[in-house]
């Protein structure tokens, strides 16, 4: 137990569902980020949040829409997906952004049909 | 910008052996380097990172190395038990800041008893 949490942990949709993914942290911190996960490939950072403010967006197709409604939470919003963002999406957190170490949670695995 | 680069892909090793993956990095800024690891259904966790004012640190049975004139990094694990089979990862980052943590491509490690 990293004390992120992750729901769902499956999810399976089609092209045009609209979804979303959930990230809780126990931990005090206020940083959270997403990244992607694909086979053979770097861990991608998608989003940061510091102090419930976005800090850092690399580059992220409009069809994933994060949100932070508290240093607690963070959601990611999925929506009009494309088969190849099925993935492995992993929210992590951390104290403030200038700090040796991720937390990351279990990981929601996307399928997208 | 960074760019990390990560090998072996695989490693096989049989119980008792010692493992070691290597990580180069491009930016010569670059001043920490943390080791992940992530094992099977869970999100990756820290086991040892090191900073560019020093060498070498060991933590019981994995240690880190750091060749800041090659811009290389290694992880070395001696003994290897069963439970040590799961993908690792490197990074570096100019900063200690998750935002800034550039990801290798992960190492597969096997360990066979």
């Known amino acids: 137990e990293t004390g992120v949490t992750q729901t769902p942990r499956h999810l399976v949709m089609g092209m045009t569902n609209k979804k979303s993914l959930k990230c809780e942290q126990h931990?005090?911190?206020?940083?959270m980020y997403w990244y992607k996960q694909s086979a053979k490939k770097p861990l991608e950072l998608m989003f940061v949040y510091s102090l419930e403010e976005r800090v850092e967006n690399n580059s992220v197709p409009s069809r994933f829409s994060p949100e932070c409604p508290n240093s607690s939470h963070l959601f990611l919003h999925l929506h009009t997906l494309q088969p190849e963002d099925s993935a492995l999406y992993l929210c992590?957190?951390?104290?403030?952004?200038?700090?040796?170490?991720?937390?990351f949670g279990e990981g929601s695995r996307l399928t997208v049909l | 910008g960074e760019n990390v680069e990560q090998h072996p892909s695989t490693l096989s090793v049989q119980e008792g052996d010692s493992a070691v993956i290597k990580c180069t990095y491009s930016d010569s800024a670059s001043n920490y380097f943390p080791w992940y690891k992530q094992e099977l259904g869970k999100g990756p966790q820290l086991i040892i990172d090191i900073r560019s004012n020093v060498g070498e640190k060991k933590d019981q049975r994995i240690a880190v190395t750091l060749n800041k004139t090659a811009k290389h990094f290694s992880l070395h694990i001696t003994e290897t038990q069963p439970e040590d089979s799961a993908v690792y990862f490197c990074?570096?980052?100019?900063?200690?800041?998750?935002?800034?943590?550039?990801f290798g491509k992960g190492t597969t490690l096997s360990v066979s008893s």
């Open positions: 990074a570096a980052s100019t900063r200690q800041a998750g935002t800034a943590l550039i």
């Open positions: 931990l005090g911190h206020n940083a």
């Open positions: 992590a957190s951390s104290q403030g952004t200038v700090t040796g170490e991720l937390f």
